[in-house]
């Protein structure tokens, strides 16, 4: 009997408290704790910028919150200033000890002529083991932001057995195929394939392209609600090199990218919205990272080529209750502000974002082509006359400001939607000396009846040319699943060639919190 009452106490007593002990033992592990240190740069000039970038890199793809923590880089170069000479295997112990790290990395990275290199491991402190090695040896620089992606990936394996991805990105490449996208009336057979697709968990509100960081190398720049992403080709892929996170709250809504202070680096052009007004910055490149040169300014802007201009930079005020209000400007910087010039002439409803002015005849005349408020597009003369106005919807965008409108009675205290025009632009796209006018045309099977809710299947991107009587696509992509957000034309791959960059968000955050986007390439020539 008392063996049975022993027993009883130790399967309602002491098991739980044993079982939850386990369990508590398992779930409370410590973090992880790395340090990162300074690569060494053998070069014959300075890569302190690719130190720091690399250090970045590795920061932001091994850090997990609650599994693996990254001492912050200022506390590691404090620490390594202590240990005198080049870092070494030993050396690097110690540093590691010192910071109380359970691993530490170490590396290098040789430049010699066009030829670089780059070696670099992870290192267990408590038993001075290797567990990770990487090497890449390549002709310029296209290798070393793909080895440090793979090195991360492999230490994120090896010390939690968590497998990523890149920012949380799943990639597939099509085979490459050059006309990919359709000039209308030919046969779509053989022609529908891009050239390239990444997928993206994220919702992209905006896409541009430049050389940001004045490696002579076009750059893709992303944005999402709260963050810009740039990435660069590198071995048949774009790679995320950056993120710059907003702060206070931050709403971005439009991207564009421009060397407009002439020193052969682009900046980046970022509109970003408060609860009733703008939250505008530019981000610069200072040869180790991206600096907000412009910051909290109150205009809405865009870069947009003008004729007898070229690239320019456009602003709008926003009013109290949410809309946009007054003239659009061209901007000028006046150092870290941004001040208003002259008006530009616009047709009624013409906003910052809506609107591209060029010679649609070839005759001089400067025309104005808008995406009016309920999505139609419209031709105007310098005299603002309506040429034409299409049939059909154009644009479809999914990103809005509130309009809070003190003459609508509301149930709630929630504010209209007004949506911002799709990316409109310029190019020419067949080489005639004429430009085309590039916009998207997102489908909606509930059309644009409801007007806070959207809902789009899928989209297209049109090069479309004056005929004399009105605006005909010559030129049309393939159907784009879900909402076409953002499109640029640029060499991406830095092959000496055009493409067509396109972005489509094919799953919004607002369905079950999961957003997913895809990015396509088509190749132009």
Do not use: C
């Given at each position: 009997m008392k063996i049975k009452i022993t027993f009883l106490l130790f399967i309602l007593v002491v098991f739980p408290v044993w079982t939850l002990a386990q369990a508590r033992a398992a779930g409370d592990e410590p973090a992880k704790r790395i340090a990162v240190l300074p690569f060494a740069m053998n070069a014959d000039r300075d890569l302190t910028f690719l130190q720091s970038g690399?250090?970045?890199?590795?920061?932001?793809?091994?850090?997990?919150?609650?599994?693996?923590?990254?001492?912050?880089?200022?506390?590691?170069q404090r620490a390594v200033g202590t240990v005198p000479g080049p870092l070494d295997k030993e050396k690097a112990l110690k540093v590691g000890n010192a910071l109380n790290a359970d691993y530490v990395i170490l590396g290098s990275l040789t430049v010699f002529g066009d030829s670089?290199?780059?070696?670099?491991?992870?290192?267990?402190?408590?038993?001075?083991?290797?567990?990770?090695?990487?090497?890449?040896?390549?002709?310029?620089?296209?290798?070393?932001?793909?080895?440090?992606?793979?090195?991360?990936?492999?230490?994120?394996?090896?010390i939690t057995g968590k497998k990523v991805y890149p920012s949380e990105q799943r990639m597939e490449e099509a085979p490459r195929e050059w006309g990919s996208?359709?000039?209308?009336?030919?046969?779509?057979?053989?022609?529908?394939?891009?050239?390239?697709?990444?997928?993206?968990?994220?919702e992209i509100r905006g896409l541009a392209v430049g050389d940001v960081d004045g490696d002579g190398k076009t750059e893709l720049v992303l944005i999402?609600?709260?963050?810009?992403?740039?990435?660069?080709?590198?071995?048949?892929?774009?790679?995320?090199?950056?993120?710059?996170?907003?702060?206070?709250?931050?709403?971005?809504?439009?991207?564009?990218?421009?060397?407009?202070?002439?020193?052969?680096?682009?900046?980046?052009?970022?509109?970003?919205?408060?609860?009733?007004?703008?939250?505008?910055?530019?981000?610069?490149?200072?040869?180790?990272?991206?600096?907000?040169?412009?910051?909290?300014?109150?205009?809405?802007i865009r870069v947009a080529d003008l004729p007898h201009r070229g690239k320019t930079?456009?602003?709008?005020?926003?009013?109290?209750?949410?809309?946009?209000?007054?003239?659009?400007?061209?901007?000028?910087?006046?150092?870290?502000?941004l001040v208003a010039g002259e008006a530009i002439q616009l047709p009624k409803d013409g906003n910052v974002f809506n609107f591209v002015k060029s010679d649609l005849e070839g005759k001089g005349a400067v025309y104005t082509t808008m995406l009016g408020p309920f999505e139609h597009l419209s031709v105007f003369t310098e005299q603002g006359e309506r040429l034409w106005k299409s049939d059909d919807y154009f644009g479809g965008s999914l990103v809005f400001m509130d309009y809070m409108d003190v003459n609508v009675n509301r149930m709630v205290q929630t504010g209209a939607r007004i949506f911002l025009p799709s990316p409109i632009f310029l190019y020419d796209v067949n080489e005639d000396g004429k430009e085309e006018i590039v916009v998207c045309q997102n489908h909606s099977k509930v059309a644009r009846i409801?007007?806070?809710?959207?809902?789009?299947?899928?989209?297209?991107?049109?090069?479309?040319?004056?005929?004399?009587?009105?605006?005909?696509?010559?030129?049309?992509?393939?159907?784009l699943s879900g909402t076409a957000v953002g499109y640029q034309v640029a060499d991406i791959d830095n092959d000496g060639r055009p493409e067509l960059i396109a972005a489509s968000v094919t799953s919004e955050s607002y369905f079950l919190?999961?957003?997913?986007?895809?990015?396509?390439?088509?190749?132009?020539?």
């Open positions: 690399i250090m970045d890199m590795l920061h932001s793809r091994l850090a997990w919150k609650g599994k693996v923590e990254v001492f912050e880089k200022g506390a590691v670089v290199s780059i070696d670099a491991k992870i290192l267990d402190v408590a038993k001075g083991e290797e567990l990770v090695t990487a090497f890449d040896q390549s002709k310029g620089m296209d290798g070393v932001i793909p080895t440090v992606n793979q090195f991360a990936e492999d230490i994120n394996a090896k996208i359709m000039a209308v009336g030919e046969a779509a057979e053989g022609r529908q394939r891009p050239s390239y697709v990444q997928r993206y968990k994220l999402d609600k709260d963050t810009v992403y740039v990435y660069k080709w590198a071995r048949n892929r774009l790679v995320q090199v950056k993120d710059i996170k907003g702060t206070w709250s931050p709403d971005f809504i439009y991207v564009t990218v421009a060397d407009l202070t002439g020193n052969g680096v682009a900046e980046i052009y970022v509109s970003n919205l408060t609860a009733a007004n703008a939250s505008t910055f530019i981000l610069e490149w200072d040869g180790s990272n991206f600096r907000e040169s412009v910051k909290r300014e109150s205009w809405l930079l456009l602003g709008q005020r926003r009013s109290a209750e949410g809309k946009y209000v007054g003239d659009v400007h061209v901007l000028m910087r006046r150092g870290d502000r409801f007007g806070d809710f959207r809902w789009f299947g899928s989209g297209k991107v049109h090069f479309m040319d004056w005929d004399g009587a009105g605006l005909v696509t010559n030129w049309v992509t393939p159907k919190g999961l957003p997913q986007s895809r990015l396509v390439i088509y190749d132009l020539k």
